[in-house]
């Protein structure tokens, strides 16, 4: 889950975040809000392996906001 990434943050160098807004289509042909997703790339150093890494996400308008919420948080605990 979402803790598991936090986490994952923490505990390597933060680096970059990437996202796009991207349409899952494949639940019906008539568009609505529930099918935008947000497609969020994570880059990061792995400090076991000290190479740069990355992890993509596909998430929902209110789970990015969450998201986005906590890396503010932590930005600030920093």
Do not use: A
């Not at 936090?6 to 809000?33: G, R, Y």
């Not at 994570?42 to 308008?61: F, G, H, P």
């Amino acid at each position: 889950g979402r803790t598991d990434i936090v986490k994952l943050i923490l505990e390597n160098k933060f680096l970059d975040l990437k996202w796009e807004v991207v349409l899952d289509d494949s639940s019906s042909i008539t568009t609505n809000i529930s099918q935008i997703k947000i497609k969020l790339k994570i880059i990061y150093m792995n400090m076991t392996t000290l190479k740069k890494d990355s992890i993509i996400l596909i998430l929902n308008e209110k789970e990015f906001n969450d998201f986005l919420t906590e890396i503010n948080l932590l930005n600030k605990n920093f």
